[in-house]
C-alpha cells in the first residue's frame, strides 16, 4: 500500500515552460487535493476534487489546471511556468467522510528560472 | 476575512519538558481541528483530530485543547524528545459544503535540544 504518491521529486523549469505534476493514490478516496508551500506561508489550496470528472478551484487556482478522469489519478497542468510558481507542491486525498485526515504526498520542489 | 496564526514560527526547548503550541483563528466556525506534523523534506503527517463539541483529545505524550470561545487550540507535546524536532501545522474544517477542504496555519518549527 503506497498511499500517495508524487512524480518528480525535483524539477526546475525555464519561464514559459509547461509541465504536469504527478499524483496517484491507492486508498480509493474520492476526495483529492493540490496544495503548494512557500516558506512560512503554510498550505495553500490549488484545487480539489470529490470524485471522477469533478474538479473545482481552491484559493489559489490561477495558472493551474486540473483534470480527474479516474478515482486514482490527479494531475496537476502548469501551462506557463512563471516565477511566481516556484515552490513546493504537496498531492493529498481522504475519504468522503470529511472528518477522516488527509495522506499526503511527499511533494514535488518546482524551481521556475 | 477569514485567518489562521499560529503563535510563533519557532520554538526551542530541552528535552523532556513540554512544548506547547498556539493556533488562533478568527472570522471561523470550525466544525473540527486537525494537527499535522512535518519533517524535512516530507508531507505533513496527520497527528490528531478535535471537533467543536471537544474540550480536550489525547494521544500517547500529545494533548490538544479547543476553546471555541477564545477562538484558540493548544498543541502540548510532554516530556518531549529530540525525535519530535519537526514543524507542526494546525488546520481548520469549516464543515457544511466545504467538501473536506482545509485551512492550514503557517506552521511552528519546534526543536527540541538533548
Known amino acids: 500500500n503506497a498511499g500517495v504518491t508524487q512524480t518528480p521529486k525535483f524539477r526546475i523549469l525555464k519561464i514559459g515552460q509547461s509541465m504536469t505534476l504527478q499524483c496517484t493514490q491507492d486508498?480509493?478516496?474520492?476526495?483529492m487535493y493540490w496544495y503548494r508551500q512557500d516558506p512560512g506561508m503554510g498550505l495553500k489550496l490549488i484545487y480539489y476534487?470529490?470524485?471522477?470528472?469533478?474538479?473545482d478551484k481552491g484559493e489559489v487556482p490561477n495558472g493551474y489546471n486540473v483534470s480527474r478522469s479516474t478515482t486514482e489519478d490527479f494531475p496537476l497542468r502548469l501551462e506557463l511556468a512563471a516565477p511566481s510558481q516556484t515552490s513546493v507542491y504537496f498531492c493529498?486525498?481522504?475519504?468522503?467522510?470529511?472528518?477522516?485526515?488527509?495522506?499526503f504526498g511527499d511533494g514535488t520542489r518546482l524551481s521556475i528560472l | 476575512s477569514q485567518k489562521i496564526e499560529q503563535n510563533s514560527e519557532a520554538l526551542n526547548i530541552q528535552e523532556g519538558k513540554t512544548a506547547t503550541l498556539t493556533c488562533n483563528y478568527t472570522?471561523?466556525?470550525?466544525?473540527?481541528l486537525q494537527w499535522y506534523r512535518q519533517d524535512p523534506g516530507r508531507g505533513p503527517v496527520f497527528l490528531l483530530l478535535i471537533r467543536e463539541n471537544e474540550k480536550e483529545k489525547r494521544k500517547e505524550r500529545l494533548k490538544v485543547t479547543f476553546d471555541t470561545t477564545l477562538k484558540q487550540s493548544l498543541f502540548h507535546i510532554t516530556a518531549s524528545q529530540p525525535a519530535d524536532s519537526a514543524t507542526y501545522l494546525c488546520a481548520l474544517f469549516a464543515g457544511g459544503t466545504s467538501y473536506g477542504k482545509l485551512t492550514f496555519g503557517q506552521g511552528t518549527i519546534l526543536t527540541v535540544h538533548p
Open positions: 486508498m480509493n478516496h474520492n476526495y
Open positions: 476534487s470529490v470524485g471522477a470528472g469533478i474538479t
Open positions: 493529498a486525498s481522504n475519504l468522503v467522510d470529511s472528518n477522516q485526515p488527509q495522506h
Open positions: 472570522n471561523y466556525s470550525p466544525a473540527y
